[in-house]
């Protein structure tokens, strides 16, 4: 038996070196690769380290990301502003005949800024007017909600990961996506409807009555968009060291006391960047409207991006130069929000 087994009781041995060489092969041949891959990066920085200096390498490294930057962002920002003060219908923009400032006086024509029928663009205003309001009321009730749901999921909560997950999940789905199931739940014969129907009420419609559609609008943008904001100030709150509260609890400072004068204060920072960037995805609200509503029912959900859109490309005659200078006006007004709530943060954290 023992001269049976002899045999079988190497071979795992012997398959042990195996991989073992085999492993160290692999391990000469990739280091070997790497000697050669980092020669020739050599042979090629290190004259332009010589040339250009140590201290300016580092331009050298954000080349690249730069050159993306600029085909991807700063050109389409250029030939947009250019194209705000040419007119015609041509696409190409040697085509185009230069009008000057005529596009913004057309937008800015207006008897009574406070009356759109007064407007050679009433549609412009009244996507103006409906902007406003759908940036005050989204903005301000996702923040709070935010802020309400962070303090909530940060205690020691039974299944505070599981609904930490559940929060963040909408953020995950494309606004198309959000915007075809709540259009399932509110519409006509949808979910609701079917449940009041059980009931015996009548349905409602909520896509087709004005202030239904603008309310469901703001609820479906809050949805969506709530549990990545949450998430920031949830990261924010967390960064709150625990022996201030402790602190806290020694002077005799109540829950309310200790989130007034501690949690928001230190939270500051965090609350301003989800204010900014909650603000910059409100104004450009339209895909999740589009779908949800077209903008309708007439003009309840007509926002600033979709008059762009609709001005640029839906209707028969494509006012490029026009739909320009509303996108050029529309980030100017974004540009100077963003602007004044550093310059308010900045000042905050001096005093």
Known sequence: MSQIDAPHSVRPVSGQKQARSLKNASGAVFERLFGVVMSAIEVVINPIQRWIGIKRMAYLFLLPNMLIFSIFVLFPMALNFYYSLTGGTQLFPQDRPYVGTDNFETLFNCGNYLDPNSCVEDRFWRAVFNTAFFVTFQVGGMVLLALITALILNREIVGRGFFRSVFFYPVLLSPVVVALIWKWILQRYGLINA??????EQPVLFLLERDWATFWVIVVSIWAQMGFFM???????????????????????????????????????????????ALIRAVQVFDQVYVLTGGGPGTATY???????????????QRFGLASAASVTLGVVLLVFTLLQLYLGRRSDAA
Do not use: C
Not at 239 to 253: N, R
Not at 265 to 270: C, D, E, I
């Open 303 to 317: 926002y600033m991006v979709q008059y762009i859109f609709d001005t640029g490309f839906s209707n028969q005659i």
């Open 195 to 200: 449940m009041l129907d059980q009931f015996g």
């Open 231 to 277: 998430l920031i100030l949830l990261a924010g709150l967390q960064s709150i060291p625990a022996v201030l509260y402790e602190a806290g609890q020694i002077d005799g400072a109540n829950k309310w006391q200790s989130f007034r004068f501690i949690t928001m204060p230190l939270l500051m920072p965090t609350m301003l960047v989800v204010l900014v960037l």
